[in-house]
């Protein structure tokens, strides 16, 4: 099988000499950012398999358990198993598309890639979380706690107008501090940071012109279930 990625496609060599030597600012203990990870020509790379995603598993807006508040990002997935929620049955993972019945599509091989290289971990991601950020679209203070495999960390990549991200403490009351994100930056959050507090405060119109739609696109890869 091809590959869907190259060399140009990263900024740094995408951690092949490890992640030590890569330009990287390190936030609290086991949050990594890379700034501009990704270099324009793989953003639209990317870009393209992501709509591919999409196109096979449309976007949908899923609801909060028990009050069935709609959330303000459309979603999909890819990978063996996806995000979803709704009000009966809450956060969880399933295999299928929740509208379309049908298997989530593959993951590109770009973002096992980026895990391999930039998380340390050695299983594969199970799941990437595809958040579509339109309009007013943000996301409050949560943490990515539905997965059995806390021991592996989430990485998240940027596509689109910047956003800012706000990160807390392992309470929801701790002190936050604030990050812009901008499209092809790449985010690790592992370790003492796996269950911190997090969010999308706001999406900043305009300082993109990847999706011609505008918006901003998230991808949130995880490992789901232990490794055997």
């Known amino acids: 099988m091809t590959k869907d990625y190259g060399p140009d496609m990263f900024l740094q ?4 000499e490890g992640t030590t030597d890569l330009n990287h600012v390190c936030l609290p203990a086991g949050c990594t950012y890379f700034p501009r990870f990704l270099t324009e020509a793989g953003q639209i790379a990317l870009l393209a398999r992501i709509r591919q995603v999409i196109a096979e598993a449309p976007l949908y807006t899923p609801t909060m358990p028990r009050t069935g508040k709609p959330f303000s990002v459309a979603m999909t997935n890819c990978g063996p198993l996806g995000w979803v929620s709704d009000k009966e049955a809450g956060y969880r993972y399933e295999a299928l598309h929740p509208q379309t019945g049908r298997p989530w599509p593959p993951m590109p091989d770009m973002l096992d890639y980026l895990w391999a290289s930039l998380t340390g971990y ?10 579509f950020y339109g309009g007013k679209a943000k996301l409050g203070l ?10 592996a960390p989430i990485l ?14 392992l309470k929801r009351r701790d002190p936050t501090e ?4 901008q499209s092809g930056d790449v985010l690790v959050m592992g370790g003492a940071s796996r269950l911190r507090y997090h969010g999308i405060d706001r999406v900043l119109p305009g300082t993109s012109d990847l999706l011609e739609e505008g918006g901003r696109i998230n991808l949130t890869l995880r490992r789901v279930t232990k490794a055997e």
């Open 142 to 151: 949560h943490r990515d706690e539905d997965e059995e495999e806390f021991s």
């Open 122 to 131: 050695k299983h594969k991601p199970q799941a990437c979380l595809v958040n």
């Open 156 to 169: 998240s990549v940027s596509l689109g107008n910047s956003a800012i991200f706000r990160i807390g403490g």
């Open 178 to 181: 604030r990050l812009e994100l």
């Open 13 to 16: 060599g995408c951690g092949s």
